[in-house]
C-alpha cells in the first residue's frame, strides 16, 4: 500500500501537495474547500494552475478528495437530498478541474426510515449525480462507516447493493476506512478475521472495486460503532495488524490515507516510521537485481 495522509490546504490548493512531499507521503487526501458550508467560490483558473503545477513538480502523488461533511445522499427529505446531490456534483467538477480521480463520500444517514429505503434513496442520487456529471473522469468512492445512529455503510451489503445498483465501476468504487470497519464490528486485527473480511468483501462487492484505504487505528474497541482515529499501532487494531494490511500484495498500488490531524512536526516523524513497517513497496522487494523480471515479461 501507498502511505500518505490527509494534508491541509491553508495557504492554497496548491499548498497541498508541497506539504505531503515535505512529509514523505506516497499519496495524499485533501478537503478541495470548507468542509463545513454548503457552497464555495468556484475554483479560479488561477488556482487550478497552481494545484495542477505543485502536483507536477512535487512526485505527482495520488490524490483524492474528501467531499463536504454537510451531504446526506440516504435522506428521506428530497430538498435535503437534492443540495447535496448538488454538492457533490459540484465537488467533482472540481475534483476534475484539478485532475483529481476520487473524491471519497459516506452514504449518509437514512434518519430513521430505515436501511432498504435509505440504500435505495442514495442509489438514486448515486445515480443522479453520475448522470449530471457524465463525462467526467473523477468519480466517487463510497467509503465504508462505523454504522454510527442511523448512518449506512457499515455493512458490505450496503456498499454492494449500491455499487450494483448504480452499475457504473469506472466512475463508482468502494474506499475501506479501518477504524470504521473495525469499529462496525469487523475483525481486522486478528490474522484470520482480516482473511475472512476480505474473502467476504471480495466476494460481496470484489477487490477489484476497492481504490483506497483509509488507514486509521481505532480508539474504540471493535463493535462500538463510535469513530475515533488514531494513528497506527496507537488503538485497538494494533501495529501487526496494520503491517499485514500494509504488506498485503492485493493492495500494492492503493492510495492509503491516515487521517488524523495533528502538527507538521508529526508528520514528518510518522511518515517514515509507517513506512518502514510496511517495507518497501512489494513491487521492489520482489525485482530482482538486474531488471531480470523486466526482460522476462
Ligand atoms: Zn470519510
Ligand atoms: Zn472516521
Redesign the pocket.
Known sequence: MLIGAHVSVQGGLHQSPIRAARYGCECFQIFSRNQMRWTSPSLSEEKIHLFRKAWMDNGRLPVLIHDIYLVNLSSPDEARRSKSCLAVVEELHRAEALGIRWVAIHPGSHLGTGEAAGLSFCSDSLSRILKKTAGCQAGILIET??GQGHDLGHRLEHLAFLLTRVNNPERLAVCA?T??MF?AGYDLKSKKGAEVLWREFDSLIGLAHLKAF?I?DSIRERGSRV???TFIGEGQIGGAAFRRLLRDERFTKLPGIM?IPRSENEFVEIIPRIKKLRGAPASRRMQPIGGARRLSK
Open positions: 462507516t462505523t476506512d477504524c470504521h469499529a483509509h486509521n469513530d475515533r482515529h487521517e
